[in-house]
C-alpha cells in the first residue's frame, strides 16, 4: 500500500513563498512525481511534473515562479513556489505514477491560500 504524505500548505501573501513537500511510503520507483492542484468550483488542473530522470514539465501559468524538484532515493517531491499570487489558492494534490502496472497514487491535498 503506497501512501503520499503532504506537507507545507499554508496562508501566504501575495508576492510569498511556500515551499510543498510530499513523501511516498512504500518501495517503488516513481515513473513520473508531481503536483496538481483544484480550486473551488474549478477542475483540477496539472501544476508541475518531474520524471525519474529529472525532466521537468510546468503549467504556463507558473512557468519561472515555481519549481519542482524530487529526491529518488527518498521518494520526495517537492514544489518550491515564489513570488505567489492570489491566483494560486487552491488545495495542492501530490501525485506519483508507476508505468509499469499503470498504478496511480494521489495524496490528501493540502490547503494553499495567497492572500491580497
Known amino acids: 500500500q503506497v501512501q503520499l504524505v503532504e506537507s507545507g500548505g499554508g496562508l501566504v501573501q501575495a508576492g510569498g513563498s511556500l515551499r510543498l513537500s510530499c513523501t511516498a511510503s512504500g518501495r517503488f520507483r516513481f515513473t513520473t512525481m508531481g503536483w496538481y492542484r483544484q480550486a473551488p468550483g474549478k477542475q483540477r488542473e496539472l501544476v508541475a511534473t518531474?520524471?525519474?530522470?529529472?525532466?521537468?514539465n510546468y503549467v504556463d501559468s507558473v512557468k519561472g515562479r515555481f519549481t519542482i524538484s524530487r529526491d529518488n532515493a527518498e521518494n520526495t517531491v517537492y514544489l518550491q513556489m515564489n513570488s505567489l499570487k492570489p491566483e494560486d489558492t487552491a488545495v495542492y494534490y501530490c501525485?506519483?505514477?508507476?508505468?509499469?502496472?499503470?498504478?496511480?497514487?494521489w495524496g490528501q491535498g493540502t490547503q494553499v491560500t495567497v492572500s491580497s
Open positions: 518531474i520524471i525519474s530522470g529529472g525532466s521537468t
Open positions: 501525485n506519483a505514477y508507476v508505468l509499469r502496472g499503470n498504478y496511480d497514487y
